[in-house]
């Protein structure tokens, strides 16, 4: 008997828009995956050849690159900053839009022009430094993984690069956007090894697509 898949998958607002579209593909965690006071981490799915593991965002892309899950879905914020190469991205699922932004202290915009150094916080330091050496800045990245907004006001860094959907918790925290890095949507990733060996992950990826296609199409 064939190895179970193992499918992983983020927590947090991606996961509740990518769960239609995981049922209607055959991915159907069991009724314990739904439970707020279940604290498991891996999960059967109806079938019995799939399981579901749920982890934090930026890991979702480590297991998978490794081969220690074959499928999952993840923002392209992270396949972007880590850029493994035992990764591969097929299908864009065109869900948990939003974007990866840099923002900085209202009053500060008009006067922070052509510093050539600069400290950034954010959780994404490749993206950071990329973005600005593009434009001949060195910046020194803050690596944070929350709370990012409070960094300008304490002095910890005079920019943010994070990500933005409305753009409500900048303006409520005294920033505003001065650049967008980064559009982004949930992807459907697979570990390359995976895809190459096992026909179930390619099965997996066809769906997926064609589901994304009849969206687009109706």
């Not at 982890?55 to 392209?76: C, E, K, L």
């Not at 990012?148 to 005079?158: F, K, V």
Request: glycine share 8%; aromatic share 6%; net charge neutral.
């Amino acid at each position: 008997m064939a190895k179970r898949l193992t499918f992983a998958v983020p927590k947090g607002r991606i996961l509740d828009e990518a769960l239609p579209l995981m049922a209607r593909a055959g991915v159907i965690p069991e009724a314990a995956f739904h439970d707020k006071a279940n604290r498991a981490l891996s999960f059967a799915c109806e079938g019995g050849d799939l399981e579901v593991i749920r982890v934090r965002a930026f890991d979702v892309a480590t297991f998978v690159a490794h081969g220690a899950a074959q499928v999952g879905i993840v923002g392209s914020d992270v396949v972007e900053e880590f850029a493994y190469s035992d990764l591969y991205a097929p299908v864009d699922l065109d869900i948990g839009h939003c974007r990866l932004s840099v923002a900085e202290p209202a009053g500060q915009t008009a006067a922070s022009g052509h510093a050539s150094h600069l400290r950034v916080a954010s959780k994404y330091p490749n993206l950071t430094r990329r973005h600005f050496e593009a434009q001949g800045v060195q910046a020194e990245v803050v690596k944070l993984n929350g709370a990012m907004e409070l960094a300008p006001g304490l002095g910890l860094a005079s920019r943010i690069v994070d990500l933005v959907s409305s753009g409500q918790t900048l303006r409520d925290n005294g920033l505003v956007e001065t650049a967008t890095i980064l559009q982004i949507s949930a992807r459907l990733i697979v570990n390359r090894a995976a895809l190459k060996t096992d026909d179930r992950v390619a099965a997996l990826v066809e769906r997926f697509r064609a589901l994304v296609s009849q969206a687009k199409a109706a």
